[in-house]
């Protein structure tokens, strides 16, 4: 059986029904469980990759793939996806643990990688405002500790457990690659 977390992010690819990821996606190809970073290959030429096992998997789409192999996938510069695929006037924008990739036109896409000071500098106000809770764009919710590592929030009930909204270090969505900046500490609990 595919890791449940893992599984969950190849079904939310389209929204968070699963219909379309078999349309939008393909059908898993190939499951690899025993790498740093797991994933399920999928027939399209697209990958469902996890920073560790047990960790939510995120979609990186076919035109993306390509300039993110390049930079050397989830081991590379960008590193894994920290957010799902994001869609903004009908072009995927997605956050990385070392910036970004957005679509231009058509398939074109481009990588940005992020201001390292810059994205540093931001963890450590987090730290300094924590403990507490973030959220990416996604709604992808993070838990940062009083010792500055971040824990994946991966329910509902563990988030309100760990104070909901009322437990918010910012007002506004968090970038992957600041949250990447702090050291992972596996999975929230209450």
């Given at each position: 059986?595919?890791?449940?977390?893992?599984?969950?992010?190849?079904?939310?690819?389209?929204?968070?029904?699963?219909?379309?990821?078999?349309?939008?996606?393909?059908?898993?190809?190939?499951?690899?469980?025993?790498?740093?970073?797991?994933?399920?290959?999928?027939?399209?030429?697209?990958?469902?990759?996890?920073?560790?096992?047990?960790?939510?998997?995120?979609?990186?789409?076919?035109?993306?793939?390509?300039?993110?192999?390049?930079?050397?996938?989830?081991?590379?510069?960008?590193?894994?996806?920290?957010?799902?695929?994001?869609?903004?006037?009908?072009?995927?924008?997605?956050?990385?643990?070392?910036?970004?990739?957005?679509?231009?036109?058509?398939?074109?896409?481009?990588?940005?990688?992020?201001?390292?000071?810059?994205?540093?500098?931001?963890?450590?106000?987090?730290?300094?405002?924590?403990?507490?809770?973030?959220?990416?764009?996604?709604?992808?919710?993070?838990?940062?500790?009083?010792s500055g590592e971040r824990q994946w929030v991966p329910t509902?009930?563990?988030?309100?457990?760990?104070?909901?909204?009322?437990?918010?270090?910012?007002?506004?969505?968090?970038?992957?690659?600041?949250?990447?900046?702090?050291?992972?500490?596996?999975?929230?609990?209450?």
């Amino acid at each position: 059986m595919v890791e449940q977390a893992l599984f969950e992010g190849y079904h939310r690819v389209g929204g968070d029904d699963g219909a379309q990821a078999q349309t939008l996606a393909g059908l898993p190809v190939t499951v690899e469980l025993n790498s740093q970073h797991p994933r399920v290959l999928l027939d399209d030429g697209s990958v469902v990759v996890a920073e560790y096992l047990g960790a939510p998997g995120r979609w990186v789409p076919r035109p993306a793939v390509v300039i993110w192999d390049e930079l050397g996938g989830a081991e590379g510069d960008l590193g894994v996806p920290m957010a799902n695929v994001n869609f903004r006037d009908g072009r995927l924008l997605q956050a990385f643990a070392g910036g970004f990739i957005e679509q231009l036109d058509g398939d074109s896409v481009r990588a940005q990688l992020a201001d390292t000071e810059d994205a540093a500098m931001a963890a450590e106000e987090l730290v300094s405002a924590g403990p507490g809770l973030v959220r990416l764009y996604d709604e992808t919710a993070y838990y940062v500790t009083d010792s500055g590592e971040r824990q994946w929030v991966p329910t509902a009930e563990v988030w309100f457990c760990l104070g909901g909204e009322d437990a918010l270090l910012a007002p506004d969505r968090v970038d992957g690659w600041v949250v990447a900046r702090l050291p992972t500490a596996g999975n929230a609990e209450c």
